[in-house]
């Protein structure tokens, strides 16, 4: 019997690139057929076929409240229909900036944009146009976003200029980023003594989350804080995805490091396209109309995407939210950590917050080679055969995983015990 999910990729292949909206979504990496969902609800989706999956993607963050929380379908449904756009300013807006610069003092001003991509690749704009400068320094695996100068890849040896990792990037743009490795405090500090008069921004995930689950080392932190300050580069921290996420605050609330200036995305859209970009006062005075860094968007601060972020950003301020959220992600990787352990399997796990990373290496990784180190091939093999046992991880070896509020510690027992199915046979 052909499945739905088939058929439906077969025939979205002739008419969509790959038969997907965005890479990734194609199971490349895992290889197979991808999952075409119809329907969410809670913890889980449906695919085609109507089959259940415990939801461990989450649309790629957004979901943290679950599928369809009932506040924000209706703010949803109340907002559609008060009109879908205006491309002119709305109280819900100066409502989202009010409730964005509360909970991140960071933010002394903010502008919204439809998508992460939109709020990185302008945050660089800006703070080139602030410093004066064109160099931008970025890490090995952390994406910030598909924009050119994002795009962008190690060259051979230490301190050369960046290649691009997508045909189509002008080298001459690539040329204007260096890429670092992550965690690698003295790599940077070499970089800095060697340019740091042409460094206009230092981007980072503070929280990896696009390399599989990298987390931070304090030293790493501090000395970009203490480089951007003393070489006058603008400190961007892209928590598109670790943005209430890691925790209320973000990562950079968890690790106590003050950006120059913050991008958000995912979460604060509650599922629709809404992002942000904001900081110090002084950097985004330079922002058109005040100032002669352009940005502009016919769709910025839509009124349902907006809705929809509030209705999350309300729901997330619950007390203990992300106790709970962080204690059902750690009750997740331990039992995973001790059933691996159990029956003889190279494996680790971690999580901070709602985010967690598992990996087929004995400890979790802390840097770009150490995640390609890892066996992709078994991690594939167990991605696939969690699949069959209802549970949806991301598909592909390289991509953290999302617990939501209405992830259920009977949902958390199940896919723990579906891995340790899965061991006991491996
Ligand atoms: C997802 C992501 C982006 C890009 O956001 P889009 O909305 O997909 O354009 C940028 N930075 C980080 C850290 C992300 O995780």
Known sequence: MTSRNQTLFEESQRLIPGGVNSPVRAFKSVGGSPLFFTRGQGAYVWDADGKRYIDY??????????????????????????????????????????????????????????????????????????????????????????????????GSGALTFGQPSSSGVPADIAALTTVLDYNDAAGLERTFAEMGDEIAAVIVEPVAGNMNLILPKREFLDAMRALCTKHGAVLILDEVMSGFRVGLQGAHGHFGIKPDLLTLGKVMGGGLPAAAFGGRRDIMQCLAPLGPVYQAGTLSGNPVAVAAGLATLNLIQASGFYDRLTQTAKQMTDGLRASAAKHGIPFSAQSIGSMFGVYFSKQPPTSYAEIMACDKEAFNRFFHAMLDEGVYLAPSAYEAGFVSAAHTEADVAATIAAADKIFAGW
């Open 57 to 154: 993607v989450e649309s790629w963050g957004p979901m943290i409240v679950g599928h369809c929380h009932p506040d924000v379908v209706k703010a949803v449904q109340d907002a559609a229909a008060q009109g879908l756009g205006f491309g002119a300013p709305t109280e819900a807006e100066l409502e989202m900036a009010e409730l964005l610069c509360k909970l991140l003092p960071s933010l002394e001003m903010v502008r919204l944009v439809s998508s992460g991509t939109e709020a990185t690749m302008t945050a660089i704009r800006l703070a080139r146009g602030f410093t004066g400068r064109s160099r931008i320094i970025k890490f090995e695996g952390c994406y910030h976003g598909h924009s050119d100068g994002l795009l962008v890849k190690a």
